[in-house]
């Protein structure tokens, strides 16, 4: 018998060198061809998992029978533009839409008539039922949660909860091996599952919004796609899972990880969303990873400050005096953590934003904050009409917002996001002023170009930190060719014509940047000149010529740079101890002696694409663009 021949399609941009694996197909293919009679039936023929030229696809497709694709913000409008070609060329072929892209009922279907059925929510059961209905030439509407055309009807069966975790794993079904073997020279970053689902329901977040509740998947299978990653010397890991570490098992699963680790080599770093209250088992397993060398950093989240915006989006904090022991104590055991705010929700007022920007610097955060663009999304709470209506919320639509993506001048498709701009509480002017604010802090303070003597002048001074950056900001923005005044150029650009909210730049690599990662690209290109405008800056609140300069030579020496393996910097101060002790948010006497500081750069970088990527991009969330632990010293007196 003649198999029919099943298409799978996720694709994704390339990332430097490298891909992701397509885990929502290989999820989806792993349950369906574990049944004897879909293997006797229907052939997996191909997996589109890089937005290649869609001519090339249509050219090599052979008798689809069903044509499927996982649908993202990255791939939604490829995946629409491919699926139209594939109908044009093969009338018969069934075209199946599944993924977070994809709204609620028919919509899709009215819009797109090329589209044949909609997968809502988990796609493993609809699949394969979809699959023998197809075979068998059933009806469908037996089959829950998809939508789909009965003649001039369209149909939607209604949403009914997944209870199952009785799914096999696409990383040891040999789906991954099949893309390995076909793809060499190819790089690729596994992401796994240990559970899935949520248990909270944030309104701008898609994750939890249906009641799927939390499921677990077996040990057994999490295990052996943790031996398979590592068999096949993966140095980057994912999970994603919502809450890592919220479960006692994940202490197993972390344990495993390491043990891997030092038996084979890999995995060598672990990415995961950790449990929102970030407790004692989350402590317990980064510390064992950081250990190891493989944590990624923590988050200690947040979304934002604002009570306001807090009970809008349906979210509460974590208590604040939690929250600096929290900080406090991984800055002792030297483990990065990073907190996120998101800008645009509802609620969140210029005041309250940059207030919330101030208190998490004031408790601490000085490792790394990351601030998001508020991105409407159509599964999320958000996403429905009342939602937008109550609290009138705007959105534009701009190029896709994903930084690090290899721009291909090959790739005629855009993809766009909606990102939120105003709302009752935030008009689009003020949005701009706030994002461009941001920008500084993160570049200045996070990325560490002015962290010490904002430090420095905090501690000694009480001046506060977003009184300190407000003030650089705008001396920057008085210089036409400041690289802020391009920032916000763009961002007036985002405003009036839909501009994108990344940077493209050649001399750091051929991938986007975020408008903080590009700031500080810039500075560091131009160190000198650079150090040489905060000095004049620098000069409204220090006085002493000679000790501004050498705060500002040491700040300088911390940043790292290309081609220097070996640094030293003489100092008349003890800058390191000191500043140890103010990144703790713990007070230090600054004493006057004479050092020499010290750095050997193990990972030193011989271009700016590998410093960008390596330094900026890589070692980003890990505070691997300064030098902080390397730093080492002798002391002229001996002592």
């Known amino acids: ?11 994704s941009y390339m990332s430097s060198n490298s891909a992701p694996f397509p885990a929502a197909i290989g999820a989806l293919s792993a349950y369906a061809w574990r049944y004897e009679d879909i293997k006797e039936f229907f052939l997996l023929k191909d997996i589109i998992f890089l937005r290649e030229k869609q001519s090339e696809i249509i050219n090599r497709l052979d008798s689809p029978f069903l044509f499927g694709f996982s649908s993202y913000m990255w791939n939604i409008e490829y995946n629409k533009a491919l699926a139209e070609k594939v109908k044009a ?41 979809l699959l023998r209905a197809l075979r068998d030439k059933t009806p ?10 009965d003649g001039e009807k369209l149909v939607y069966t209604g949403f009914e909860r997944c209870c199952s975790t009785d799914f096999p794993s696409p990383v040891t079904s040999g789906f991954f ?7 060499p020279g190819l790089r690729f970053t596994p992401l796994i599952e240990s559970g899935r689902g949520c248990p909270n329901r944030c309104a701008y977040c898609s994750w939890g919004n249906k009641d799927t509740g939390m499921r677990l998947f077996p040990l057994e299978r999490v295990f052996g796609d943790l ?14 899972d919502s809450n890592f570490g919220m479960f006692k098992r994940d202490e197993e699963i972390t344990e495993k990880i390491l043990e891997l680790n030092k038996k084979n080599g890999y995995p060598k770093k672990f990415q995961v969303s950790y449990a929102k209250d970030s407790g004692e088992r989350v402590y317990n397993i980064t510390e064992k990873l950081n250990e190891a060398g493989l944590c990624k950093g923590v988050t200690l989240s947040f979304q934002t400050m604002s009570p306001e915006a807090q009970k809008n989006i349906g979210r509460s ?32 007022t210029v005041e309250s934003f940059i207030s919330g920007i101030e208190q998490l610097l004031e408790y601490g955060q000085h490792a790394q904050m990351m601030i998001h663009l508020c991105e409407w999304l159509p599964l999320s709470p958000m996403g429905e009409k009342e939602y937008l209506e109550k609290y009138k919320i705007k959105y534009i639509k701009i190029p896709l917002n994903q930084p690090h993506v290899v721009l291909n001048a090959d790739d005629e498709i855009p993809e766009f996001s909606r990102v939120v701009v105003s709302s009752y509480s935030m008009s689009a002017e003020e949005w701009k002023q706030v994002t461009l604010f941001g920008a500084s802090v993160l570049c200045f303070h996070h990325l560490g170009l002015m962290q010490l003597p904002a430090l420095y ?55 986007s940047w975020t408008f903080e990662e590009y700031a500080f690209l810039s500075a560091v290109f131009e160190k000198e000149a650079f150090y040489k405008e905060m000095d004049a800056f620098l000069s409204f609140y220090i006085s002493d010529d000679a000790f501004r300069r050498e705060l500002l030579s040491y700040q300088a ?5 290309i081609n220097r393996p070996y640094a030293e910097f003489k100092g008349n101060y003890n800058w390191r101890e000191y500043f140890s002790s103010l990144l703790k948010n713990k007070r230090a006497e600054l004493i006057k002696r004479e050092v020499n500081y010290f750095v050997n750069d193990e990972f030193c970088c011989a271009s700016w694409s590998e410093y960008a990527e390596k330094v900026v991009w890589y070692g980003r969330r890990g505070g691997k663009n300064i030098y902080s632990s390397e730093i080492k010293e002798r002391f002229v007196d001996g002592q």
């Not at 091996?177 to 793809?183: F, G, K, T, V």
């Not at 005096?321 to 907190?339: N, Q």
């Not at 014509?497 to 990344?502: I, K, S």
């Open 557 to 561: 020496f911390t940043v790292k740079e």
């Open 1 to 11: 018998m003649n198999k029919k021949n099943i298409y799978l399609a996720q694709p």
């Open 177 to 183: 091996d099949r893309l390995i073997s076909e793809n």
């Open 140 to 149: 469908l509407d037996k089959i829950k949660n998809i939508s789909f055309r």
């Open 457 to 511: 002048l905090f501690f000694e001074k009480g001046i506060k930190y977003v009184d300190f950056y407000s003030r650089l900001l705008s001396s920057l923005l008085s210089k036409e060719n400041s690289v802020f005044n391009r920032i916000k150029k763009q961002l007036d650009d985002m405003l009036e014509n839909g501009a994108g909210a990344v940077v493209f730049d050649e001399r750091f690599g051929k991938v």
């Open 89 to 129: 060329r093969f009338p018969n072929c069934v075209i199946l839409f599944g993924g977070p892209q994809v709204p609620e009922g028919e919509e899709l279907l009215e819009s797109c008539p090329f589209i044949d059925v909609l997968i809502h929510s988990e796609g493993e059961i609809p699949f394969l039922e």
């Open 227 to 240: 031996e398979w990653i590592s068999r096949h010397k993966m140095e980057y890991i994912g999970f994603a």
């Open 317 to 348: 904090n974590m208590d604040i005096e939690y929250y600096k022991f929290l900080l406090r104590k991984y800055a002792d055991a030297g483990i990065s953590t990073y907190s996120e705010l998101i800008l645009g929700l509802p609620g969140e």
